[in-house]
């Protein structure tokens, strides 16, 4: 079985239109924290769910907790906004030591894209998908998973 994850972080309160066409795209969306305003939610309608997850910026969305995990075909993503792990930035190390059983831990917060496979659990953060520091255009990914073969992220920029 094979699914589509579209996975944003760091919005801010405004998200790129590019961003919202890829990620209606996918089965599901993981937003991985400082959603600021929850409109930004309302623009993303993946085919089958949306899991978010609160930044630091989001103590007032209290409906929201601060760890979500999804079970799916060929392994488990943990999504964390990742403050916790380390201010400036979050460590992978941490981040893996705390989450041994994940095969991908999405953490945002430092509003920078990170792939990295070194290790497993892979850790990434898709960026910002706003406009504040998006370093260059609003960042997302799209994981291809699968239970038969490699999972693969595809990252996308949006000036």
């Given at each position: 079985?094979?699914?589509?994850?579209?996975?944003?972080?760091?919005?801010?309160?405004?998200?790129?239109?590019?961003?919202?066409?890829?990620?209606?795209?996918?089965?599901?969306?993981?937003?991985?924290?400082?959603?600021?305003?929850?409109?930004?939610?309302?623009?993303?309608?993946?085919?089958?769910?949306?899991?978010?997850?609160?930044?630091?910026?989001?103590?007032?969305?209290?409906?929201?907790?601060?760890?979500?995990?999804?079970?799916?075909?060929?392994?488990?993503?943990?999504?964390?906004?990742?403050?916790?792990?380390?201010?400036?930035?979050?460590?992978?190390?941490?981040?893996?030591?705390?989450?041994?059983?994940?095969?991908?831990?999405?953490?945002?917060?430092?509003?920078?894209?990170?792939?990295?496979?070194?290790?497993?659990?892979?850790?990434?953060?898709?960026?910002?998908?706003?406009?504040?520091?998006?370093?260059?255009?609003?960042?997302?990914?799209?994981?291809?998973?699968?239970?038969?073969?490699?999972?693969?992220?595809?990252?996308?920029?949006?000036s």
């Amino acid at each position: 079985m094979n699914k589509k994850i579209g996975i944003l972080s760091d919005t801010h309160g405004v998200v790129h239109p590019g961003v919202v066409e890829v990620i209606n795209q996918c089965d599901i969306a993981i937003h991985a924290g400082d959603i600021v305003d929850i409109k930004v939610l309302q623009k993303l309608n993946p085919k089958q769910k949306l899991v978010a997850v609160q930044g630091n910026n989001d103590t007032h969305l209290a409906d929201f907790k601060e760890v979500e995990m999804l079970d799916l075909p060929g392994g488990k993503i943990v999504i964390e906004h990742g403050h916790k792990h380390g201010h400036h930035q979050p460590s992978h190390d941490s981040l893996r030591e705390t989450y041994p059983d994940a095969k991908v831990i999405v953490y945002g917060h430092t509003h920078k894209q990170v792939i990295d496979k070194d290790k497993t659990p892979w850790v990434i953060n898709p960026g910002a998908a706003g406009e504040i520091r998006n370093h260059g255009g609003a960042k997302c990914f799209v994981i291809d998973v699968s239970d038969s073969q490699e999972w693969i992220i595809t990252p996308y920029t949006f000036s």
